[in-house]
C-alpha cells in the first residue's frame, strides 16, 4: 500500500519546521513509519538548489527562481519522494508545490495557473493526501523570524508587501481546496497547533477507514 503525503505550508515565521518534526514523532508514536523531508532540498542536488536560491549575495529574476525551484522538486520527488511513498511509507514534508504557487505565482507575481503547470510538470502530477496551513498574519510572522539566529536569507528580506501577497494566495488556496488544505492557527502554543494538526489528518491512519 502507497504511503500518504503530508505537506506544511504557511509564511515563513509560521512554524512549519516544528510542527513537521512533531507531526513525524506523532505518526510514529501510532506505528507509522514517517520520514520528515524538507523543500527546497531533500537530496544532494536539491540541496544545492537550497543554497543557491537563500543565498542573499546572489541575484536571482522571478521566473529563474520559480524555474529553480521546480527543478529542486522534480529531484526530490524522482530521488526520494515517490520512492518512499511507493515502499509504504508516509512523509512529512515541509513545503511542496503550494509554497511556490503562493511565493512565485503570488508574490513575484508570475500567476498562480503559470506556476501550477510548470510544477505540475517538475512533480509528474503528485499531491498530497493532506496539507497543513499554518496561518499566522504576516507581520507576526516577521517578528519570530527576527527572533531567529543567523539573520535573513534572500527571500526573508523582501519587504512587506511580498509576504501579504503570499498570505493571501495561501488563503485562496484554502479556499479553493478544503479537503485538502487544512488551516489551523499559528499564534497558538506548538502543543496545541501539533493537536490541530494531528486532528487533520488522524483520518488518513491506516486504522481508519
Do not use: C
Amino acid at each position: 500500500m502507497r504511503g500518504r503525503l503530508i505537506t506544511i505550508e504557511g509564511i515563513d515565521g509560521a512554524g512549519k519546521t516544528t510542527l513537521a518534526a512533531g507531526l513525524e514523532r506523532q505518526l510514529a508514536g501510532h506505528g507509522v513509519d514517517a520520514v520528515l523531508m524538507r523543500e527546497p532540498g531533500g537530496v544532494e542536488a536539491s540541496e544545492r538548489v537550497r543554497e543557491l536560491v537563500k543565498d542573499p549575495s546572489v541575484r536571482i529574476g522571478a521566473r529563474a527562481e520559480a524555474l529553480l525551484y521546480a527543478a529542486a522538486r522534480a529531484q526530490l520527488v524522482e530521488e526520494a519522494l515517490l520512492p518512499v511513498l511507493e515502499s509504504g511509507r508516509w512523509v512529512v514534508l515541509d513545503r511542496f508545490v503550494d509554497s511556490s504557487l503562493a511565493y512565485q505565482g503570488a508574490g513575484r507575481g508570475l500567476g498562480i495557473e503559470e506556476i501550477a503547470r510548470l510544477n505540475e510538470f517538475g512533480t509528474g502530477g503528485l499531491e498530497p493526501d493532506r496539507t497543513i496551513l499554518l496561518e499566522i498574519d504576516p507581520a507576526a510572522g516577521r517578528e519570530r523570524q527576527g527572533l531567529r539566529l543567523g539573520g535573513f536569507d534572500r527571500l526573508e528580506q523582501e519587504e512587506q508587501p511580498f509576504f501579504d501577497a503570499i498570505a493571501r494566495a495561501y488563503e485562496e488556496l484554502a479556499e479553493r481546496d478544503p479537503g485538502r488544505i487544512r488551516v489551523v492557527d499559528a499564534r497558538e502554543e506548538p502543543g496545541h497547533v501539533l493537536a490541530a494538526a494531528w486532528a487533520a489528518i488522524v483520518d488518513l491512519l491506516p486504522s481508519n477507514p
